[in-house]
């Protein structure tokens, strides 16, 4: 019972943080964390990496269909259809892609080098309380630049606009710094509009997640692979897919209403007080959480 209540909860936690600019993998670890200390176990995220591939699929699939009109416009517009709404031509499409490509590569470097000493970084959670105070910074900087009213949509956005968006994205493998954070304050700081920035983020958080699973799943134990762990996984990825959906349309909203500032309070208290345990020796290794602001770790219940 234990097991299906973490997953659950896991499901529910990755849906929700995986979009709101408040890191998922640091939101995981802590999650993981306070599961060990009630059970008294340990998790090991490497025999159970079916687990985090799957459920970040399920993310995945929150974005596709929460776009699902404008993907279905564009590959019509790619296909040469000229009764699509402007933006969504074959060159424009290109173009956009194009963008994401770039602002996608610096990720790779980062996933070849530098991935054994970002694990280390999950191996208590000092510093996701750093990472949480980095991700409150840049949405308080947020309040400021949403006041500048940028207007850069896709026509307008330059590669290298897409390249320094990327290079953002850069510090979200580390516990508590949020990969939407990161890039939709770095997109308003570029003068995108506050719709772009949003949609750029997540167009780029496809590939991302995508790439990452990829890399992942030759590393997947199939031993670990009984029918209730796949159920439990299953059931994750369902949950998370339905919340992540949500969880979108509330980014959305929020970005809108130049809101995203607001998550800025709660992660200074989240921070300040996973510093205070961390540093009276509360912090366990709770295996390696993974989520849409990292590359794939492990941890499952």
């Known amino acids: 019972m234990m097991e299906w209540l973490k997953a659950l909860v896991l499901g529910v936690v990755q849906g929700v943080t995986e979009f709101l600019p408040i890191s998922s993998d640091g939101h995981l670890l802590l999650t993981q964390n306070l599961f060990d200390w009630l059970t008294g176990t340990h998790t090991s995220g490497k025999e159970n990496l079916f687990f985090d591939v799957i459920l970040h699929l399920g993310t995945t699939a929150a974005i596709l269909v929460y776009y699902r009109r404008s993907i279905a416009a564009g590959m019509r517009g790619l296909t040469g259809a000229e009764d699509v709404p402007e933006g969504y031509h074959g060159p424009e499409v290109i173009r956009v892609g194009v963008l994401a490509a770039i602002a996608t590569s610096p990720l790779i470097p980062l996933a070849l080098f530098l991935k054994k000493w970002i694990d280390q970084a999950f191996e208590g959670i000092a510093v996701a309380g750093i990472g949480f105070l980095v991700t409150a910074t840049a949405l308080m900087l947020t309040a400021w630049l949403s006041r500048r009213g940028g207007t850069k949509g896709p026509a307008q956005t330059t590669w290298l606009d897409a390249l320094l968006i990327g290079l953002a994205q850069m510090l979200a493998p580390l516990p508590g710094v949020s990969r939407s954070g990161m890039t939709i304050a770095a997109g308003l700081a570029l003068g995108l509009s506050r719709t772009w920035a949003v949609g ?80 009276r020796g509360g912090s366990t290794d709770a295996g390696r959480s993974m989520a849409l602001d990292g590359s794939v770790r492990g941890g499952h219940p």
């Open 200 to 279: 750029f983020s997540l167009l780029i958080a496809v590939p991302a997640i995508l790439g990452a699973a990829a890399k992942e799943l030759k590393d997947i134990n199939p031993s670990t692979l009984t029918a209730d762990y796949v159920a439990q996984a299953m059931a994750a990825t369902v949950l998370a897919g339905l919340v992540g959906y949500a969880a979108i349309s509330w980014l959305v909203r929020i970005v809108r209403g130049g809101r995203i500032w607001y998550f800025s309070v709660y992660l200074i208290l989240l921070g300040v007080l996973v510093l205070t345990v961390a540093i």
